[in-house]
């Protein structure tokens, strides 16, 4: 793979990560706003949901799998620097 590839595959995995971070503030903000009844309600959803999308991350195969499915953009050949 070229250095074109690996860098477009790079720019696409951090778009994904940036959705990801996206949704997660979009729950955040939903549970606080519309669910929580009181500050103390207030406080631990929004520290709840940040902790919980830190705790169920999603693995670098479900990033690599979303990168090919949103963008079209296959990850790099890993190659043996031993040989």
Known sequence: M????ENE????????????A???VAI???LVTLVAQDNEERAFYSMMVAAASYVFRPTDRVI?????KLFGVSP?????ENE
């Open 9 to 20: 595959f790079a720019v696409c995995s951090k778009k994904v990560w940036r959705i990801y």
């Open 76 to 80: 790099p050949q890993e190659t043996d």
């Open 2 to 5: 070229t250095n074109s590839t």
């Open 64 to 68: 690599n799998k979303y990168v090919l």
């Open 22 to 24: 996206l949704i997660t």
């Open 28 to 30: 955040m903000i939903i």
